[in-house]
Every structure is written in C-alpha cells, then in structure tokens.
C-alpha cells in the first residue's frame, strides 16, 4: 500500500530508478544530541548499529554519526545522493515532525531539528528515497497530506521520489531488525513497497515481534 497525492503526483515519480548497492547513499546515524537533549532523549545503539548496517550494504554510502550528525552536514553531505537513512531520535508536537540532529559549535548545548520548513526551496530531486527511521516521522500524515509543515510531505514536495516514515513511536531493537530485513532485497532491486512488505512478513512470522507494533508502523509515500 502506497499514500500518495493523486494520479498526477503518482505518475511523475514513475521514471524512479531502483535502488542497488552501488546507489550513492547518505546515512545519518544516531547524532549525539547536547546535554540538555540528551537528558529527554538518550543515545540509541541499536539505531546506531542499524545504520551501520545500512551503510555496510551500500557501497557508496557515506555515515554521519554522533556529532558529526549536525544539520549543516546534512545539508553538505546530501547533494547528489540517491538514498538517504536517518535512523535517530523523532520528535512530533500537534503533528509538526522533526528529526533530532547534533549541535553544531554555535548550538551550545542545545541540538537542531530538521523540520518539514528547513527543506523549503531545497531541490532533493536526486533522492529516490528517504528513509526516516525514528519515532513517529510520520504521524502529520495521519489524515492525508493535509499538513503543510509535515516531514514526509516536505520531502515528496522537495521533489524526494519515495518516503517511509512511521506512524507511531517505534521500539528500536525491533527496527533494526526490521531494516535489515527491508535492505536486503532492496539494493538487489526490489520496489521499496515489496521490501517493505516482506520486512513486515518476517517481523509478523516471529512470535517475539508478531504484534502489528513492531511490524506496521512503517509506511511508504509517494511511489511504489
């Protein structure tokens, strides 16, 4: 199943290329938020061991990790890439979603938040998917694309081919596992949907993550 704008917004993203191993990627991997952050929102090492992971699969995947992770590294790292992996901390207030990155030397002891507003005007045309692999990344879609400052609409409007976010506050030992399964048949040239569903399968057929929880809260926008 795919959320998507219409027939018109579906059709202009159907000349996508499928993603391989040898995809030019940009993985953002659990960034080390400031003091204060940290306290409400503590490191994550199963997200930083999945995006190891991704990176390990990809040949031309480039990781930023711990502080490295800042926005204006993003923003430098992220031209011209195919595929871009955040796997980290979300964060979701009356349905505006951000993705929670390190502090840069001028933050103190704060952090920044990429926002859906940040990616205004910015050109991710290139990407052909954006996976947010975090808490609630997409929970501004709940209703449709009726939120004009949600993340995945901000990507999609971006010009970014394909977007997975979730729906709900993930639990992260269960989400490694699921992206691994996802990746797999992913860069030896599955859609992302069928990836998608066969990451779910697999996390269903386990007894220890079979409740809809740890499978279904990933959901793909924009194209197949």
């Not at 018109?8 to 000349?15: E, I, L, Q």
Request: hydrophobic share 40%; aromatic share 8%.
């Amino acid at each position: 199943m795919v959320v998507s704008r219409g027939l018109k917004a579906y059709g202009d993203r159907s000349h996508l290329k499928r993603l391989t191993s040898n995809s030019a990627a940009l993985v953002i991997a659990d960034p080390a938020l400031g003091s204060d952050m940290t306290k409400a929102f503590p490191p994550l090492a199963d997200a930083a061991r999945e995006a190891s992971e991704v990176t390990a699969r990809i040949i031309k995947a480039r990781l930023l990790s711990g502080r490295e992770s800042t926005l204006g590294a993003l923003e430098s790292a992220r031209l011209g890439v195919e595929l871009f992996h955040f796997a980290g901390h979300g964060v979701s207030t009356d349905g505006d979603t951000g993705l929670l990155l390190a502090p840069s030397e001028s933050d103190g002891i704060g952090g920044q938040i990429l926002r859906g507003s940040r990616l205004l005007g910015e050109d991710w045309r290139h990407c052909s998917l954006a996976v947010l692999s975090a808490c609630s990344t997409g929970t501004g879609e709940r209703n449709g694309f009726v939120n004009p400052e949600s993340l995945v609409r901000a990507f999609l409007n971006a010009g970014v081919g394909r977007v997975i976010a979730s729906r709900w506050n993930v639990d992260s030992i269960a989400t490694a596992g699921f992206m691994r399964y996802f990746y797999q048949p992913l860069i030896q040239g599955a859609l992302p949907s069928s990836a998608l569903r066969d990451a779910a399968e697999a996390l269903r057929r386990d007894p220890a993550t079979a409740h809809p929880h740890y499978w279904a809260a990933f959901q793909l926008f924009g194209y197949k």
